[in-house]
């Protein structure tokens, strides 16, 4: 009797060895299966760890990314320099906030030396230059030190060479007030990852000179244009897009975007969880789903190893 009893416990040992061979996630030999148990039961508790500190985690990583925008922003301190100055510089440098020259309101250009200044030539192309080159709607001379009322526009979205200069420009005239248009903007002399909601005329009138003649010439601006072109007015007059909203909104505004910080690194901590999940290969460290299944696998193996040791 105790034979056959020894026996059937051999057949139901090596059975259940079989069994959780197959079952398994990863391969297993008799010898580790102590060994197995003990790892699984660590990683099991570091997943749990992992799975409670997951939202301070993360909180933390999105403040860690803001962080690094932040000290990836660097801010400028450029010289404010007359039309005279500007035009011996090859090109421009775009002023950072919170650069002091970004307040200066810029200086009307006088009528009588536009035709006869060789400088203004010069500097209405590095203007168009600089604005191309930051791939930008539209550029003040005052973003780039220059103490020269004057504004470039793009007038396509090919950011070629197809705008124009606008001297002492000027809004002569405005939609009315029930069609002011609601903006989301952004600004180059901002860091990039400040948007904030502004209002705009829909359509205004400008007056302004050209670099090639003293002529007064107006123009209608609709949409887009109108935007950046009321965009770089205000930096003609040493205004940021941030002196049209409130601290309150600015914090909100904040708030805003370290939530988009956290929702996309919750995002992509699940797309990784879940990959590994499906996993079938995965250590259990790696797949909280067949941690049950290994830890009971593991310990009645090595129960019934024990047994079939001590026959």
């Known amino acids: 009797l105790v034979i056959v009893l020894l026996a059937i416990v051999v057949g139901v040992g090596r059975s259940v060895a079989w069994i959780t061979n197959t079952i398994s996630p990863f391969p297993r030999t008799q010898e580790s299966s102590c060994v197995s148990y003990a790892c699984s039961r660590r990683s099991f508790l570091d997943e749990c760890t992992t799975t409670l ?17 932040d000290r990836l ?31 200066h309101a810029a ?5 009588d030396t536009i035709t006869t200044s060789s400088s203004i030539q ?3 192309e590095n203007l168009k230059q600089a604005c191309i080159e930051a791939k930008a709607v539209g550029l003040a001379a005052q973003q780039c030190g220059v103490d020269a009322s004057m504004v470039y526009l793009q007038t396509t979205t090919s950011r070629q060479s197809d705008g124009f200069v606008m001297m002492n420009p000027r809004i002569v005239e405005r939609s009315p007030e029930v069609e002011t248009k609601v903006w989301n903007e952004h600004c180059l002399v901002l860091p990039p990852s400040l948007e904030l909601t502004v209002l705009r005329d829909a359509w205004i009138v400008v007056e302004f000179e050209t670099p090639t003649t003293s002529l007064c010439k107006q123009i209608k601006l609709t949409g887009e244009l109108a935007r950046a072109c009321q965009h770089e007015m205000d930096h003609d007059r040493g205004i940021l897009i941030l002196d ?24 992509k901590s699940s797309e990784r969880e879940k990959k590994r999940c499906n996993n079938p290969n995965a250590p259990p460290s790696r797949n909280p789903k067949y941690w049950l299944t290994s830890l009971r696998a593991n310990s009645f193996y090595s129960f019934i190893h024990f047994l079939t040791q001590q026959s």
């Open 53 to 69: 500190l997951l939202a301070s985690t993360t909180t933390t990583t999105a403040l860690r990314t803001t962080e690094q925008q």
């Open 244 to 267: 049209h909203v409130s601290m309150a909104e600015l914090e909100q505004q904040q708030q805003q975007h370290m939530m988009e910080c956290f929702n996309k690194e919750s995002t």
């Open 122 to 124: 010069k500097v209405a």
């Open 73 to 103: 922003w660097t801010p400028t301190s450029l010289p404010l320099m007359s039309i005279e100055e500007a035009a011996l510089k090859p090109n421009f440098q775009m002023a950072r906030w919170p650069d002091p020259v970004l307040r």
């Open 107 to 111: 200086s009307l250009i006088p009528t």
